[in-house]
C-alpha cells in the first residue's frame, strides 16, 4: 500500500520560501505511469493543484504560481520536494502531496493526510 | 483555461435517499473528469475515475456517469458515512493542468 508523508516547517514568514518535502513509502516513487503532485487547500475553500513532477524530473506547474514554484525530486530517498518563494497570507493552506496515476487517466489516487502552513510574521 | 462548475453547492438528504451532483466543464473534457469525497479534516479520497469508473474498494452505491462536458455523480442510498464534500477534477492537456470544482457539500438531514 503506497504511502504518502509530508512534511516541513508550519510557519514561514512572508517573503520567505516555503519548503515541504514528500516522502513516498510502500513502492518505489521511480515506478512508471505515476506523476507526483502538490495541491493545497486554503481553509475553508476548495482545491487548488500546483504542479507536477515525472522521475526523469520533468515538470508542469499551474500557471497562477509557476513564476514562483519548483517541484523537484530524490528519487535515491524516494521524496520529492515543493518550494514556493515569495509566500504571502494568501498561500496560507493545507498542503497535500499525491499520487497522479496516469494508467487510463489522469487521477490523484494516493495523498499525504496534508500539512498546514501559515503565513505570518 | 478549463471551468468547472458544480450543482448544487450544498444538498441536505435523509439516509437511503438518492443524491445527485453535476459538474460542468466550459469545454469538452472527453471523459477526463473524476470524483473525489473529502471528510473534514482528511485528504480527498478518489471515488470515480475517467467520469464513470469505480475506483477499487469504493462501495457501489457510488456512481459516475457523462462525456464532454456535463458529468453526474450519484449516491443511490445515502449512509451517515457518506457526509463529506464532494469535487470534480478535470485534466486538461494543453498545457497540462488539473482543475477542482467548488465542491458539493452534503449532509444528512
Known amino acids: 500500500q503506497v504511502q504518502l508523508q509530508e512534511s516541513g516547517p508550519g510557519l514561514v514568514k512572508p517573503s520567505q520560501t516555503l519548503s515541504l518535502t514528500c516522502t513516498v513509502s510502500?513502492?518505489?516513487?521511480?515506478?512508471?505511469?505515476?506523476?507526483w503532485s502538490w495541491i493545497r487547500q486554503p481553509a475553508g475553500k476548495g482545491l487548488e493543484w500546483i504542479g507536477r513532477?515525472?522521475?526523469?524530473?520533468?515538470?508542469n506547474y499551474n500557471p497562477s504560481l509557476k513564476s514562483r514554484v519548483t517541484i523537484s525530486v530524490d528519487t535515491s530517498k524516494n521524496q520529492f520536494s515543493l518550494k514556493l518563494s515569495s509566500v504571502t497570507a494568501a498561500d496560507t493552506a493545507v498542503y497535500y502531496c499525491?499520487?497522479?496515476?496516469?494508467?487510463?487517466?489522469?487521477?490523484?489516487?494516493?495523498w499525504g493526510q496534508g500539512t498546514l502552513v501559515t503565513v505570518s510574521s | 483555461d478549463i471551468q468547472m462548475t458544480q450543482s448544487p453547492s450544498s444538498l441536505s438528504a435523509s439516509v437511503g435517499d438518492r443524491v445527485t451532483i453535476t459538474c460542468q466543464a466550459s469545454?469538452?473534457?472527453?471523459?477526463?473528469l473524476n470524483w473525489y469525497q473529502q471528510k473534514p479534516g482528511k485528504a480527498p479520497k478518489l471515488l470515480i475515475y475517467?467520469?464513470?469508473n469505480l475506483e477499487t474498494g469504493v462501495p457501489s452505491r457510488f456512481s459516475g456517469s457523462g462525456s464532454g462536458t456535463d458529468f453526474t455523480f450519484t449516491i443511490s442510498s445515502l449512509q451517515p458515512e457518506d457526509i463529506a464534500t464532494y469535487y470534480c477534477?478535470?485534466?486538461?492537456?494543453?498545457?497540462?493542468?488539473?482543475?477542482f470544482g467548488p465542491g458539493t457539500k452534503v449532509d444528512i438531514k
Open positions: 499525491a499520487r497522479l496515476n496516469s494508467l487510463f487517466g489522469y487521477y490523484f489516487d494516493y
Open positions: 510502500g513502492g518505489s516513487i521511480s515506478s512508471g505511469s505515476y506523476y
Open positions: 513532477i515525472y522521475t526523469s524530473g520533468s515538470t
Open positions: 469545454q469538452d473534457i472527453s471523459n477526463y
Open positions: 475517467d467520469a464513470s
Open positions: 477534477q478535470q485534466y486538461d492537456n494543453l498545457p497540462p493542468g488539473f482543475t
